[in-house]
């Protein structure tokens, strides 16, 4: 239903294709966010939602774009920021970095095998 755009000076961008004005809105933590604006017409909706500043903090911040009234997910996006991102992912890479070692000495343990 929904195409999302982008995230530009601290607004949530996205398209609908929907005949019909999409009923939505936003949610962070079950609460839902004001200030959603939704413009143009049949085919071509436009829909924006600005991101409170006093919501952004370090680590991962999840919203939920819902049918107005229902607990259904349309959609959802992601804003990831601060330090412990990084060494969240630094750990991600090294625990894959891991994993592919072990796969690889399998895979080469099998080959030899094979070949004997």
Do not use: Y
């Amino acid at each position: 239903m929904l195409e999302r755009t982008r995230i530009k000076g601290g607004r949530w961008e996205a398209r609908s294709k929907a005949q019909d004005c999409p009923e939505l809105e936003v949610r962070h933590l079950s609460e839902v966010l004001d200030g959603l604006e939704v413009s143009g017409g049949p085919g071509d909706w436009r829909i924006v939602q600005p991101i409170p500043p006093e919501l952004l903090n370090e680590g991962v911040l999840t919203f939920l774009v819902c049918r107005k009234g229902h607990e259904e997910i349309v959609d959802r996006f992601t804003l990831v920021a601060g330090a412990p991102l990084a060494e969240d992912l630094r750990a991600e890479i090294e625990l894959l970095r891991a994993e592919l070692d072990l796969l690889k000495r399998a895979f080469r343990q099998h080959c030899a095998e094979s070949d004997g």
